[in-house]
């Protein structure tokens, strides 16, 4: 058993008591160590001002009691020791608020609630007390007790800017996010080196959308303490939400640079920057420097094959991808991006391939199953594509991707009513998928049923409004079809506004704007789709059309021949052909036409 010390609480206290030191308060334990003599006191103006001390020895031993049973796990027995100490030293701060923080931890608020409120705020002499009494009350749901400590705590101590941050924090938990930013103002005219207010005031700017007031307060920050990581953080987000990239890459190029070189999370950021500022070389210079560090490091592998793609660098990106899958064989989601690259590259039989590699290790892999589907919809292999999907629907059958490919899948077999049937599963898993709504209203445009064309087209939009496909399938049925005309011209107008280079957007605006009697508009459109479009026979045969209405017969019949060049089937075009006078267009579809867009 050990020995005891030989100090006043020698008959009660172990001397290894002596050695502990309490956790929640700081509380200096006055114990003379075993075995050596008394260490003397403290002059009166050196020793701390705001020390509460347990006077009564009984006192000091149940808190000590206490004190073992917490660092325990013990809180009903520390409790029970505190209050029997309270009983020796009514007066004690200290017990008072561990017995309130016990009763508070075992969700006795009450209890918790009714101790804090017998301690004096004029006797709490020491910034942390005060600091554990505002988290009480605050925790107790007792917001006008938290100002008292806090008002009680400044006036103690109006420069410590402890007090002012944990104050203004608060607040702005409690939805006061004006009193917050007094309080962080009064902090900045007592510390006015406080990094941390500045820190605070950007945030609430930032949460004022005052974006040019939140990038001040953060430089600010920055300025007062150069590693402030948060600032650094908050600022960057910021400059790249206004656009700034260039100022973001400075920030964090000066980050790692002079503070902290090893923040990984940073030097991703930096590389998403450069790579958005078409600058690659720079991100992957950042990436060989993450792996340098730490030559295993997946994302960055991954990420260097990703801009090695986006470079169009496919052999780069392989290689990359094959060195990981050579040192980490079961990385399916590796082995599942090689794919993707090889489909790329059009190489769809290697792409095959390593999608059923990873299908071998995991027969459950969703997602090489559906690339394997896919890739065999691409290539007309229906049988294998309507079997993958098929799998794929059974093994996540809430994701939409399965039941579209399988639409597709049966719409390109021409079986319509299979196609329908999918689709409309796949809706009645996910009703909000725009994309089931639309490929659902090609169906019924093959099915002849144009009102639910209309009805499936018009979901789609409501899901996604600039959903450019809805818009131009829709606008280009009511064109084609002579209703709703000024609706047709607005639909293909926005389809193009969202993707002005798409040639078959550029066509059907140019066919509505002739249906309305826009000629001159509709042909200036025509021109600009058959320069964006050279082989479709359909952009020709419209361009017949305006050529007819302009009177310039011989522009139109070039047209036409043009389109059944491309279109030898188009038994419409031909009759229309002859109609016009244009002869027999079966001789003269081996010559050239010399109409040239």
């Known amino acids: 058993m050990p020995p005891t010390c030989s100090s006043r609480l020698a008959k009660t206290v172990p001397c290894w ?71 020796f030293d009514p007066d004690s701060i200290f017990l008072k608020l561990r017995i309130a923080k016990i009763h508070m931890a075992l969700a006795q608020m009450p209890a918790a609630v009714n101790m804090a409120k017998q301690i004096p705020l004029e006797r709490l002499a020491e910034v942390p007390l005060f600091l554990d009494m505002a988290k009480l009350f605050a925790a107790a749901g007792e917001p006008e007790y938290v100002r008292q400590v806090y008002k009680e705590a400044k006036r103690q101590f109006p420069s410590e800017p402890r007090l002012y941050l944990a104050h203004g924090t608060w607040l702005m938990t409690e939805g006061d996010v004006e009193q917050a930013e007094g309080v962080f103002r009064d902090l900045l005219q007592h510390v006015p080196s406080s990094a ?47 656009g700034e990239f260039e100022q973001a890459i400075q920030r964090i190029e000066t980050f790692l640079k002079d503070v902290n070189p090893d923040y990984r999370e940073f030097r991703l950021r930096l590389v998403r920057l450069y790579v958005t500022q078409k600058e690659a070389d720079q991100a992957l210079g950042h990436l060989d420097y993450l792996l340098e560090e730490n030559p295993g490091d997946l994302h960055a592998q991954v990420r260097k094959a990703q801009i090695y793609g986006e470079q169009g660098n496919f052999a780069a990106a392989i290689e990359e991808l094959n060195g ?11 082995r599942d991006f090689l794919g993707l690259l090889y489909e790329e590259m059009k190489d769809y039989d290697r792409a095959i391939e390593t999608y059923q590699a990873n ?13 394997l589907g896919f890739v065999s919809y691409r290539l007309k292999r229906n049988e294998a ?42 809706i009645q898993q996910d009703p909000s998928n725009a994309e089931l709504h639309f490929n659902l209203g090609t169906i019924y445009d093959k099915l002849d049923r144009f009102d639910e064309v209309v009805r499936e087209m018009e979901q789609a939009l409501e899901l996604d409004a600039d959903h450019a496909d809805a818009l131009n399938y829709l606008g280009y049925s009511y064109a084609d079809r002579g209703i709703n005309i000024d609706q047709a011209v607005s639909l293909t107008q926005r389809a193009v506004t969202l993707k002005p280079h798409n040639g078959y957007y550029v066509d059907s605006l140019a066919w509505a704007l002739f249906k309305v009697g826009r000629i001159d508009e509709a042909l200036e459109m025509m021109q600009r789709a058959l320069a964006l479009v050279t082989d479709d026979p359909v952009i020709y045969e419209h361009l017949g059309e305006i050529f007819l209405l302009q009177k310039e017969p011989e522009k139109a019949r070039d047209a036409w021949i043009h389109s059944l060049q491309l279109d030898s089937s188009n038994e419409a075009l031909k009759q229309r052909f002859r109609d016009r006078g244009f002869g027999e267009p079966i001789p003269t579809l081996s010559q050239q036409s010399t109409y040239t867009p």
């Open 17 to 87: 008591l002596s050695r502990i030191r309490t956790g929640l308060f700081s509380i200096p334990l006055l114990i003379v160590s075993c075995g050596t003599a008394p260490q003397p006191a403290l002059h009166e103006q050196e020793r701390p001002a705001t020390i509460q001390e347990i006077s009564h020895p009984q006192a000091y031993y149940h808190f000590l009691r206490g004190s073992l049973a917490e660092l325990n796990n013990e809180g009903l027995k520390a409790l029970e020791a505190y209050q029997v100490g309270l009983t």
């Open 196 to 242: 941390e207010g500045h820190y605070y005031l950007g945030i609430i700017a930032l949460d004022n959308k005052a974006q040019l007031g939140a990038i001040k307060h953060f430089e600010q920050a920055i300025a007062l303490n150069a590693s402030f990581e948060r600032a650094y953080v908050k600022l960057v987000e910021l400059l790249e939400e206004s």
């Open 324 to 334: 990981v899958l050579r040192n980490r064989p079961n990385e399916l989601r590796v």
């Open 359 to 371: 299908v071998k290790i995991d027969p459950t892999f969703f997602d090489s199953i559906l690339h």
């Open 385 to 426: 594509a309507l079997s993958y999907l098929e799998e794929a629907v059974k093994l996540n059958p809430k994701r939409p991707e399965p039941y579209l490919l399988l639409g597709l899948t049966y719409f390109q077999m021409k079986e319509y009513q299979q196609a329908k049937a999918r689709l409309e599963d796949g």
